[in-house]
């Protein structure tokens, strides 16, 4: 077994428990990754407050960056030294996968959400007890991180790895709904209106800045704020906006959204409402006007090249990431956690010593 520094839940409404566990040793298809930095993600609040149903004791986190320690026999996609950004896990055989469409693997949840491995087992120990993990095939709270193989996207040694952590999950998926989903350069949308301001949302709003100066300010982006619906028709000119997303969950959101759409106009909801609640829309209208309502996964982003196609972008000064994040000592998650709920930041990232 090999030791680890794990941020471990309790319980919900608990506080993280900054603990040592025990690993057990590496599966066929999985990764010892030595952390340099994670992200923390509403997600992970959201176990933590009891919002998404996981059986505890359990250790989350799914925006882990860091360098391949030990590979199991049957890795094939990364070696010892790599450096690698931690994302979603999937089975890589399902029909979606083998269509090269992995973020909606038919075992998604199991997967990312069912905080255990693939044989339904515990990867780790604690006070000799079962732990529950392989949360988004990563468990990146705990370092070193018993990783699945499918949750490791390598990426050049010369970028810093503790900037790009959150490119796993709430980054990605803000972007990847402008470049994977809305395409508003192919689908020549002219409006697009963002709900909720956060760090996905933000995302969005850097994708579809980078897009709108390729394309001679063709895309107006609107921020939507309180009255939106009256805002959206002063602006649109009562034709509806061509594109919405919705990063906030609320159901409230995603009913009006619909209705703001334009003909042809399409709506993509990224945040997630609670488990059970339900949307209503008008049916006739909605078929007349040929709008389109959609979900996405991970912003429908492949990963193992979404993420360094992100990485070049920053790179390039055209995805300012940087100005989202500020870092804690990972020690300090409950004080990040407060942190971000208060809205005092928008991208927490924990540094690993």
């Not at 990426?155 to 490119?167: C, G």
């Not at 895309?219 to 939507?224: F, S």
């Not at 309502?293 to 912003?299: D, F, I, S």
Request: aromatic share 6%; glycine share 10%.
């Amino acid at each position: 077994m090999t030791r680890s520094q794990a941020l471990v839940l309790q319980g919900g409404d608990h506080e993280f428990a900054n603990v040592t566990v025990d690993l057990k040793l590496l599966q066929s298809r999985e990764v010892l990754v030595r952390l340099k930095a994670t992200g923390l993600c509403h997600t992970d609040i959201a176990i933590q407050q009891g919002k998404i149903p996981v059986p505890f004791p359990v250790v989350v986190g799914h925006e882990g960056a860091g360098i391949v320690e030990q590979i199991g026999s049957d890795v094939k996609s990364v070696q010892v030294g790599d450096h690698v950004l931690l994302s979603y896990s999937y089975c890589g055989k399902c029909h979606t996968c083998q269509q090269r469409r992995p973020f909606a693997c038919e075992q998604m949840l199991s997967r990312n959400f069912g905080c255990a491995r693939p044989d339904g087992s515990c990867p780790m120990l604690w006070l000799g007890k079962e732990t529950h993990g392989c949360f988004f095939g990563q468990s990146s709270f705990a370092n070193p991180a018993l990783v699945q193989e499918a949750s490791c996207i390598p990426v050049d040694k010369s970028l810093p790895l503790e900037l790009l952590a959150p490119l796993g999950c709430g980054i990605q998926t803000g972007a990847g709904a402008i470049f994977n989903v809305v395409k508003p350069l192919e689908k020549n949308v002219r409006s697009l209106v963002i709900f909720g301001i956060g760090g996905v949302g933000i995302a969005s709003l850097m994708a579809a800045k980078y897009l709108s100066s390729k394309a001679s300010g063709i895309l107006d982006v609107i921020i939507a704020a309180d009255h939106y619906l009256k805002t959206i028709a002063q602006i649109c000119g009562g034709s509806g906006v061509d594109a919405v997303i919705d990063c906030t969950g609320s159901v409230q959101v995603i009913n009006d959204m619909i209705v703001a759409l334009a003909p042809c106009g399409t709506a993509v909801t990224v945040g997630a409402p609670p488990a059970t609640a339900r949307m209503s829309i008008e049916v006739f209208p909605f078929i007349n006007a040929c709008k389109t309502y959609r979900g996405t996964h991970a912003g429908d982003g492949v990963a193992k090249t979404f993420l360094p196609f992100l990485a070049k972008l920053h790179q390039q000064g055209d995805f300012p990431i940087d100005v989202l994040q500020k870092q804690y000592k990972a020690s300090d998650i409950n004080i990040a956690v407060k942190d971000m709920r208060e809205g005092k930041v928008v991208k927490p990232v924990l540094i690993w010593d």
